[in-house]
């Protein structure tokens, strides 16, 4: 069964999450991904009050190995502006060696989540989500000894170079809106 037979990226490039934060990929997941009710959608507005606890979240595949682990990014790359990025991309939540259940709890959380706080005047700014396979070392595992990154500076973050320097291989995304009125 190809799961993302009828899954496009193509909202990704009209939301311009595709460059700004990624490169064009396959899409290989489904991202569930929930506030209360409010579901993460390809550009729907959540507001600021709506997301400042961190959410549900559960992936399907069209095929997963057991011994695939996963890392989850959450990011807004209009830090503090999507006219004027200079602070983006701004890293609100890492959560890695997610087992192929999607269960956060067996997980290594290596910040806190951080909900938005988009400066006023702003406009929107776009806060993506990003689901990567880590890759198989050489006992057939894919656990990866992250750092703690609780004391890291959260500005000027970049998902495409963390992922780069983990190996890892981006398989879904999706994104929301938020602005401060």
Not at 90 to 95: A, D, E, L, Q
Not at 147 to 162: C, E, G, I, S
Request: hydrophobic share 30%.
């Amino acid at each position: 069964m190809l799961l993302t037979e009828n899954l496009s990226i193509d909202p990704l490039i009209s939301g311009g999450v595709i460059p700004d934060v990624v490169d064009n990929f396959v899409l290989e997941a489904l991202l569930d991904i929930k506030y209360g009710e409010k579901k993460v959608e390809f550009g729907n507005e959540l507001s600021i009050e709506e997301t400042q606890k961190a959410p549900d979240v559960s992936f399907v595949f069209g095929e997963s190995d057991p011994n695939s682990l996963y890392t989850l990014i959450l990011t807004d790359p209009d830090a503090p502006s999507r006219k004027e990025p200079t602070k983006g991309e701004w890293r609100h939540w890492i959560v890695g060696n997610i087992p192929s259940n999607g269960k956060l709890s067996e997980a290594t959380h290596l910040d806190n989540y951080q909900g938005p706080a988009p400066p006023p005047n702003t406009d929107y700014h776009r806060y993506v989500f990003l689901l990567y396979r880590q890759p198989l070392n050489h006992q057939q595992t894919s656990h990866i000894d992250y750092p703690d990154l609780n004391k890291v500076d959260r500005p000027n973050f970049k998902a495409r170079k963390f992922a780069e320097q983990y190996g890892l291989k981006l398989i879904s995304s999706c994104y929301y809106q938020s602005k401060k009125y």
